[in-house]
Structure formats: structure tokens, C-alpha cells
């Protein structure tokens, strides 16, 4: 057979475009073509880790908008909620009506306990203006409501609280202002009385009384504290101490004038609360409440007048307007305040004597100069009691005798002791 009939047949193959293939090519062409097709469904399936992945996320999403959209309707099937969405908790009370002897206390005084506000004429003005003169308030403190007689109610107060006013105000419990007048003063006592209308008086303080009154024992403050803001304020406390003495300057000179007996207390006692009641627990009135000492130093120390010290200062202030004291017209000072060459070479006093009073001056036709009293005489000795200092001579005058009494002194007169005897006259003769 020639090349040339070979040729002839392969050119009739390719002209029918059939290609004879061997066994093993047919199972090539078909296994991949099975992979081709495995891959084209994993891709159109998102086949893989990253698909899955995607897949829960978007699940993830879809749930928490169905809890979201459900959940109103599942909060009214919770316990403790109600049909109107809203969570409604119930918080039970117990309303407990407390008594005790405080509350018994507050309840029988402290509507006889007002406000007072002090009201002083202002004058201002410059070099260009007339002067102009307005009453403003001053300055506020307490007082205690404590007899009505007839159509008029008197409180008293501290006399600090009143001191020059051009008017006097009172606010009563209900807020009502009421137009005071004064019935009378007294600075040594730092005590004054006050009336209103009694119309609008519901209330009077029931006086106690103060030298039954034991340390350690209960008491309780009523007043109206830095104004009428904190009107009716209660504070309690104890009877710290009893005789207690508080030295006072009565005319701001600098020098102690006189020694305040008072009660000692640790109930607060701020400005404003002067004048109002320190009452027992049984809500008798037991002192008026006038100081404290107030220092960075110094905590719950607070002083109020005992009611049985000052029930005869407010009888006499109610009679007659102002304290007739008894006088024996001298003026005087302290031995200790004289320098030791003059209590030697003026004075001549023996060297053993250190304390007393010295006159230094007396009144013509007084009861000193009708007794024989003389200039640079030192009193030591008062009715037999030892006379120390110028309080314990006014303490004696003021507290232990009255108008017309008679009073025996010691004296001493250049070195030699000497007894006068004289009647005490009223201060205001003189």
C-alpha cells in the first residue's frame, strides 16, 4: 500500500469532522467534566467557611429585629407589669403617728412663741441729695406669749432684741403681722416686755419652775434661729449646769458691768432664738432663752434666764415701765483696777486686804452721804456678806434688797475699819 492512500484516507476523516478517541481519553474528558461541574455548584451554592459565616449573621439579624418587635407584647405577660405597657411598682407605707414627751412639749408652747422685728428709722442722703429718713427692719429675734389680760397679750423678750427700736413688729404662727407696743425694759436682766391685740391669741406659756429643774435633764428651745425664715425651730438638749454667771458689758465700754445668772444648756441656741422658750418636758416655761458663746472653739454652750429670776423683773416692767432699783448714790471701781502705790499711800490699806470696792465718788444728800460716807472708802463687807467686786456689790443691791430697806456696810477709811448704816432710796430721785 502507497503513502498516497494513507493521506487519502485521513483526509476523508477530517472532512466528516470525526476524531476517533481512545477509552482512556473518554474517562479523562468525563471525570473532569464531573469536577467542573462540582465546582460550579459550589460556587453558586456560597460554598465555603466565609459563606456559612455570612449565612449566621444574616440569621442573627433577622431574629433580634422579630425579639424586638415582639417584645411590647411580652412585657405585659411579665410579672408585675399591667395590661398598659407601663411598669407600675407598688411601694407599700406605713403611716406611724409618733408621740413622744417632746412632741407633748412642742404641742402645749410653741404657738406661744412668736417673731419680733426690730424696725429703726434709717437716715441716708449725700452732699447732693437731702437727707431722707426710712424705717427699715433692724434685726429679729423671739418672744414668748405668756398672759392675756383683757383685750391685750404680753410676751417677753430680751431686751437686746428690742433696743432702739421706732417700732416693733410681732408675727404670729399663722404668718398674721401684728403692730407691738413697749410696756417697759431693762438692760441689767437683759429682759423686756411687749403687748399685741389679744384677739388673734390662741395660746399663753405657762410659767415652771426653774429651781427644780436637775442637771441632766431634759429641756427643750423654741425661737425663730437667723430670722423669721426658720420660724418656730425646735432644738433639745439637757440642763448642762444651774447658777451659772456670764459676765456682760451692759454699756459696751469694754468693761464688764455686771454677771448674768443664767441656765447652762447644750440645745442650740443661734441668733434669733434670743427671747424664745426653754421649756421642761412637761412645756412649762423654764427660761428665757438670751445667749451663747460663740466661738470656733466652743460647741453647745448656750444660756438662758431662769423664769424664777425673771418673774419679778416682768411684774415690775408690767407696773411700772422700768426696774426702781435701790441705790445708795456713789460711784465706785474695783480695788483690784487701783495700782498697789495707791492702795498704799492714798488708800492706806493694810497689805492683807486685796479685794473690794472703792468709792470714788458720792452723791450730795444721797443715803452713802447721809450715812457718812466718804470719798476713797473700800467696801468690803455688805450686810455681812464679803464684798469682792463692783458685780458683787450691784448683785447684792439688785437682787437682795428693795427701795426703802435699810443696808449695813463695812468700810475701810485709811486703814481702820468702819460701819455705816443707811436706807436705800430709789435710783431715779437721785
Known sequence: MSNFQDDDKNSDFLKDDKIEKSPLQERLEREEREIQEKRHKKKSGGGGKGGYLFTGFIGVIIGALLVWLMLPGLVNQMPGTSSTGKNETNINQVATE????????????????????????????????????????????????????????????????????????????DGSKEEAKLVGRDPWTDLAVISISSKDVKTVAKFGN?????????????????????????????????????????????TVDWQQEVLQTDAAINPGNSGGALVNLAGDLVGINSMKIAESSVEGLGFSIPINSAI???????????????????????????????????????????????????VNDSPASKAGAQQYDVIVEMDGKKIETAIDLRKHLYNN??????????????????????????????
Open 210 to 254: 426653774s429651781d427644780v429643774l436637775k442637771q441632766g435633764e431634759t429641756v427643750i428651745a423654741i425661737g425663730n434661729p437667723l430670722g423669721l425664715e426658720f420660724y418656730g425651730s425646735v432644738t433639745t438638749g439637757v440642763v448642762s449646769g444651774k447658777d451659772r454667771s456670764v459676765p456682760v458689758d451692759i454699756n459696751g465700754d469694754g
Open 312 to 362: 419679778p423683773i416682768i411684774e415690775e416692767l408690767e407696773k411700772n415701765g422700768e426696774m426702781n432699783r435701790p441705790t445708795m448714790g456713789i460711784s465706785f471701781v474695783d480695788l483690784t483696777d487701783v495700782p498697789s502705790f495707791y492702795q498704799q499711800e492714798t488708800l492706806k490699806l493694810p497689805k492683807d486686804i486685796t479685794t473690794g470696792v472703792v468709792i470714788t465718788d458720792v
Open 98 to 173: 409618733v408621740t413622744t414627751d417632746v412632741t407633748k412639749a412642742v404641742d402645749k408652747t410653741s404657738a406661744a412663741v412668736v417673731g419680733i422685728t426690730n424696725i429703726q428709722e434709717v437716715t441716708s442722703g449725700g452732699f447732693w441729695n437731702p437727707p431722707t429718713t426710712t424705717s427699715q427692719p433692724a434685726g429679729s429675734g423671739s418672744g414668748v406669749i405668756y398672759k392675756i389680760q383683757g383685750n391685750t397679750a404680753f410676751i417677753v423678750t430680751n431686751n437686746h432684741v428690742i433696743e432702739g427700736a421706732k417700732q416693733l413688729e410681732v408675727t404670729m404662727p
Open 401 to 430: 434688797k428693795k427701795v426703802g430697806d435699810k443696808l449695813t456696810m463695812k468700810v475701810y477709811r485709811q486703814g481702820k475699819l468702819v460701819e455705816l448704816s443707811l436706807t436705800l432710796t430709789n435710783s431715779n430721785t437721785l
